[in-house]
């Protein structure tokens, strides 16, 4: 079979499932509408397993961004139909008179507890100077963050009128959410950090009432900051086969969005995504600046590294050779991809010690307890067999014999970097880059 059978295939079952979810929410009787429930549950399953197969043999990248999108949101609603049919039928006098006529507002302080539970109470100790490069992006953010805040005569007058959303785009771990652990350091404002799971509700309706509980919840503790992260799985791009609660948070999301009714002074909505190109437009349109947060160049890549190996103890001894080489074999790699790099390094030594046959004694300074000076200890370091004075031993026989507090890994050296570089492989395509360089061209600016 094709992928473009296979694509065909989930595709049409996905919107059989949404069709009938679509019923059973109209329905009011609830033994039929449980019926209606188990038919979209099992046409939701089915979709589900369609859309594996399209998504593996899919070769255009974008389309199979978009197929895994679907299926993880279809594997939510599958998840919300079971814990629904799980729960006891209420008849509908009974469901309607329950709690009396404080319900709404039961429901309304429910609400706003979650999203006051979204804000960033402490701060993340990021600083501007911790993020290398995309110095564009942090000009953006501080223009429209800190210079209104710390400055607002500048915004005063004149006409001028602080950007009110922002999006950054770009390839998987690239700093956008880094960028906005940032902003919530440096800026003097109310931080409120959420996702679709804290959007999204099974209940009908609720939904969109927490979107709208989040921008009441921003106006109350202004300046504020709202976050966004993976925008894209509640903002996609509108259509018919979407489902009817998905349709509600994108209206409900841009109303708030706009300001209608209510004005953005003092706020700033700030989201970040992979997949640009998904976003509906009208969500698009209402973010003012959409950033390109793209692969770091050279010399930010060696920024990274440097501040990666800074936090190693002891610190291995590179030179300013070494680092322009790991800057240099490097290219293509994301900042999470250098982070895994760094991380995977250090634990050469560790797999030495598990290798190793043979340790030597070697004296190391420990530091004393408080008012006591630093002690020099013995412990066994792995080295070569031939090794002069060595004992011969695994890893297990040291730990019986000496105990595993004698072990000391050996520092970690640029050999370790090298030898992890031959099996370590960027996470983002040139597909995925051209993709990214496109809608640039078309609707966004460099960071």
């Not at 939701?44 to 299926?71: C, D, G, N, V």
């Not at 690239?174 to 350091?185: E, F, I, P, R």
């Not at 959409?290 to 190996?309: C, F, G, Q, T």
């Not at 000496?402 to 050996?410: C, D, M």
Request: glycine share 6%; charged share 30%; net charge negative.
């Amino acid at each position: 079979m094709s992928t473009v059978n296979f694509a065909e295939k989930a595709i049409e079952r996905s919107q059989a499932a949404v069709a009938l979810d679509r019923e059973a929410l109209k329905i009011s009787d609830p033994m039929e509408q449980k019926e209606k429930f188990e038919e979209a549950l099992n046409s939701y399953i089915q979709a589900i397993e369609a859309f594996k197969p399209a998504i593996k043999w899919e070769k255009i990248a974008s389309r199979k961004e978009q197929f895994t999108a679907k299926m993880i949101e279809y594997v939510g609603r599958a998840e919300a139909i079971k814990k629904i049919l799980n729960e006891p039928i209420v008849p509908v006098k009974q469901k309607a008179t329950a709690g009396g006529g404080g319900g709404d507002d039961k429901d309304k302080t429910k609400m706003s507890d979650a999203m006051q539970g979204a804000i960033v109470k402490e701060k993340p100790n990021v600083k501007w100077d911790d993020i290398a490069g995309l110095e564009q992006a942090k000009e953006a953010l501080k223009e429209a963050v800190i210079l209104p805040i710390k400055f607002p005569q500048l915004f005063s007058s004149a006409g001028r009128t602080p950007w009110s959303g922002i999006m950054l785009y770009g390839p998987p771990g690239t700093g956008k959410s880094y960028l906005a652990k940032a902003v919530a350091t440096e800026a003097d404002a109310t931080f409120l950090s959420v996702s679709s799971s804290d959007l999204t509700s099974k209940w009908l309706g609720e939904s969109e009432k927490l979107v709208k509980m989040m921008f009441e919840t921003a106006r109350e503790n202004r300046p504020s900051i709202v976050f966004i992260d993976e925008i894209d799985s509640i903002a996609t791009a509108r259509s018919d086969s979407e489902s009817e609660s998905s349709r509600r948070i994108k209206t409900e999301l841009l109303i708030q969005m706009d300001g209608v009714g209510h004005s953005l002074e003092g706020m700033l909505i700030l989201c970040a995504t992979n997949l640009p190109w998904a976003i509906d437009s009208a969500v698009r349109r209402r973010c003012q600046k959409r950033i390109y947060i793209p692969l770091p160049d050279d010399r930010a890549r060696r920024r990274m590294v440097e501040i990666h190996v800074s936090k190693i103890q002891p610190p291995p001894e590179l030179t300013n050779e070494n680092y322009e080489e790991l800057a240099t074999r490097t290219d293509g790699f994301s900042g999470s991809d250098i982070s895994i790099l760094v991380r995977d390094a250090i634990m050469e030594p560790v797999r030495r010690c598990q290798d190793a046959v043979a340790f030597k004694w070697i004296e190391v300074e420990v530091p004393g307890k408080e008012g006591e000076p630093a002690q020099m200890v013995k412990k066994l370091q792995p080295c070569a067999p031939s090794t002069p004075n060595s004992l011969k031993m695994s890893l297990m026989e040291l730990a019986s014999e000496h105990g595993p507090e004698k072990l000391i890994a050996p520092p970690v050296t640029f050999n370790d970097f090298s030898k992890t570089l031959e099996r370590c492989k960027p996470s983002v395509s040139q597909e995925d880059l051209q993709e990214f360089q496109k809608f640039t061209l078309d609707f966004g600016q460099d960071g």
